[in-house]
């Protein structure tokens, strides 16, 4: 059997009526990660189904009362919002079954026996799909918060994304994240990085587009950002919780600004309690804000930058996300000079990193 993978948020109906079959399939899929419950035939199954925590079914053809391809075919007719991905599994190989089974709406079909890396790459497939419908969801999310005001540029949120998605194909190389950070994971982290501040829409006016330093008063003001856009989100995972597109943004709004040695916000997390999507877009959106031009502070040199973050390894930022960063500054240079901004409207929470005379002695202890 392949590798143990853990902490999958997709919840799996089995459905079939041989109770040993479905314990073996349950097993399988319980050893790579993933939630399940198990019906005994398409009756049942569909009480499962209707309840929407179910989004990928996986059912034999042959049961009582109603079988896999008049379950499919149920579950089509229902109309439902959100798409349940069906993998048939059947002892019949003909061409004719096959056809039957996709005819009624399946997605894919399996013959029997499988073997579990097999059955754990179509359920990957399956997921991928999946999370095309996720983004609608997530866009959905962007546009309710967006609709009060947009407070970030277009280039900004390109590089956060170019940025982090390059830090994950170096650290998807490392045997220690190598379980976690597959293609599906990178892909998800392009996508969701951008809204990593989407809380903002939720500050003042009067704070948000400040053009000076902001006060200690202020300044505590912004950081409930991080709170407002991850509750946001949060309550859009609770309406569907199987998708890991979702649940990776709002992990990332909200632990974007927590830092490794327990002093960052909005919840004092330190070290790997920390998400790692959320560590990854820390150090791109630290090394963003200090190489981009705001109306508070000109733009750091990229070797400045680099420096910073390096001094920041261990206690602002995770020190495999630095070695990764380190191994790769030249790219993000690249990138940078790419999509640029000539000038960029922020406000200026990063004033505490940039450790200037001038910075307040608040802003020195709150780092």
């Given at each position: ?22 314990e073996?399939l ?41 079988n ?22 059947t002892?019949r ?20 026996p ?10 990957r ?32 949120l ?19 994240f190598?379980e ?20 903002k829409?939720?500050?003042?006016d ?6 000076g ?55 004092g997390?330190?070290?790997e ?13 630290v ?39 380190l ?23 990063f ?6 005379p ?5 802003a020195?202890?709150?780092?």
């Amino acid at each position: 059997m392949t590798m143990k993978i853990t902490s999958k948020t997709t919840h799996i109906l089995v459905v079939d009526d041989d109770p040993i079959a479905a314990e073996t399939l349950r097993h399988a899929l319980s050893y790579f990660g993933y939630s399940t419950a198990v019906a005994a035939d398409g009756v049942e199954a569909l009480r499962y189904v209707r309840t929407g925590k179910y989004r990928m079914v996986i059912s034999d053809v042959e049961m009582p009362h109603m079988n896999g391809i008049d379950l499919c075919r149920e579950i089509r007719r229902r109309n439902s919002c959100d798409y349940t991905y069906v993998i048939l599994l059947t002892g019949r190989c003909d061409t004719e079954s096959v056809v039957e089974g996709l005819d009624a709406g399946a997605d894919d079909y399996i013959a029997k026996p499988f073997s579990p890396s097999e059955m754990l790459m179509r359920i990957r497939a399956g997921e991928r799909l999946l999370l095309q419908e996720s983004r609608e969801l997530m866009i959905f999310a962007l546009a309710k918060l967006a609709d009060s005001r947009d407070n970030e540029t277009g280039s900004h949120l390109e590089r956060i994304r170019e940025y982090c998605r390059l830090l994950c194909v170096e650290l998807s190389t490392w045997p220690k994240f190598q379980e976690t950070i597959d293609g599906i994971y990178i892909q998800s982290i392009y996508e969701t990085s951008p809204l990593h501040d989407i809380g903002k829409v939720g500050i003042p006016d009067r704070i948000l587009l400040k053009p000076g330093k902001l006060t200690a008063e202020e300044f505590a003001v912004m950081t409930q950002h991080a709170k407002i856009g991850g509750d946001t989100l949060r309550s859009v995972v609770d309406a569907h919780p199987e998708s890991t597109v979702l649940h990776m943004a709002y992990e990332i709004a909200m632990t974007h600004h927590e830092r490794w040695d327990g002093t960052g916000y909005p919840n004092g997390l330190a070290g790997e309690t920390i998400p790692l999507c959320g560590r990854i877009v820390a150090v791109a959106d630290v090394y963003d804000a200090l190489t981009s031009e705001r109306v508070y502070k000109p733009a750091f040199s990229h070797d400045k930058a680099v420096e910073v973050i390096k001094e920041g390894s261990g206690s602002h930022f995770d020190p495999d996300m630095v070695t990764a960063f380190l191994k790769l500054e030249d790219e993000f240079a690249k990138i940078k000079e790419n999509l640029n901004d000539a000038l960029e409207t922020e406000d200026s929470e990063f004033l505490p990193l940039l450790r200037t005379p001038s910075t307040p002695s608040w802003a020195l202890q709150i780092n």
